[in-house]
């Protein structure tokens, strides 16, 4: 227990040693020319050293909150605008699906054709089949990148069984410890397999999670890129290395939120029944009966 709590303390303060070198010191993980950067990007982006220079940072950004209140409702409102920025412009995926799925009956049923050709001067052409299964594409952005979007809009399924009955402070107590051990612990998991398993699909030598430095430096001078290009498919969909880079960004986007969920539920656990959704950006749909939108309260009650 006390090796444990030795190695984490070294390591908080470390992460500080580590974040200043990193800024002072881009050329050396940044100057992709050089292949030992590169490789150095890829093991410290799933690094232990990586983990605690991030937990630093949100723990003095915390603290900085909880000092200045105000400071904390701006992490909080600038987290939920990128969250709801990306998703509602994402969301607009689901339209270029539908709208390309009819294109492709039309083609296929009417035109009788086995390819379309887009594009203005320079046209591009491709097979029905990686069209067809471009689809999944779309469906792969709105599911990684609208995933914190929807936590902010409360559009996720929970069950308020016991939450819904307990009182206002115990809530935002079990927000807290909620995001602390169940939403961090799992992204952390995702990032880790989802890093080096996009970056296998990058390059070669492909990099292994149990790989050293030293020995990826070693490897570095036979290095090159090789991005995925080989669809499931002879002529199907063939940038399938696109929805590797998805899921290290979904990792990183339910991160954000878990700390979203984190500086919200402090904040409001501060300022009382009065914070309660606060600076809240929700999407309102106009009532086209009464011709108005609903009120606060009614939005409030239907959020909870």
């Not at 952390?188 to 996009?198: D, G, N, Q």
């Not at 030293?214 to 570095?220: K, N």
Request: glycine share 6%.
């Amino acid at each position: 227990m006390l090796d444990a709590l030795v190695w984490f303390v070294s390591n908080v303060g470390l992460g500080f040693y580590n974040f200043l070198y990193a800024i002072t010191h881009p050329a050396s993980w940044l100057g992709w020319a050089d292949r030992e950067a590169l490789v150095r990007f890829i093991y410290y982006g799933a690094s232990v050293e990586f983990f605690f220079v991030v937990f630093d940072i949100v723990l003095v950004l915390t603290a900085i909150g909880i000092w200045r209140q105000r400071l904390l409702w701006a992490g909080v409102v600038t987290l939920e605008a990128i969250s709801n920025g990306l998703g509602r412009v994402v969301a607009w995926a689901g339209l270029i699906m539908v709208l390309q799925q009819i294109v492709i009956v039309f083609v296929q049923r009417i035109f009788a054709t086995s390819s379309i050709t887009l594009g203005f001067g320079t046209s591009v052409t491709f097979d029905i089949s990686w069209w067809a299964e471009g689809l999944k594409f779309y469906n792969a952005l709105i599911v990684a990148l609208c995933v914190s979007y929807t936590f902010v809009q409360r559009g996720h399924v929970r069950v308020d069984i016991i939450y819904a009955a307990i009182s206002y402070r115990a809530k935002r107590i079990i927000d807290i410890v909620g995001a602390i051990i169940f939403m961090v612990p799992i992204v952390v998991l995702i990032w880790l397999y989802s890093w080096f398993f996009m970056w296998r699909h990058l390059i070669v030598p492909a990099p292994s999670a149990s790989d050293t430095l030293d020995r990826l430096i070693q490897r570095s001078q036979i290095l090159r890129w090789n991005v995925e290009t080989t669809g499931f498919a002879p002529q199907g969909f063939s940038a399938y290395f696109l929805f590797k880079i998805l899921l290290v960004l979904f990792a990183a986007l339910v991160f954000l939120q878990a700390v979203t969920v984190i500086w919200r539920a402090i904040a409001e656990l501060r300022e009382g029944p009065e914070g309660e959704n606060k600076y809240l950006d929700l999407d309102v749909l106009e009532d086209t009966t009464a011709g108005t939108p609903p009120t606060e309260k009614e939005l409030q009650s239907g959020a909870n």
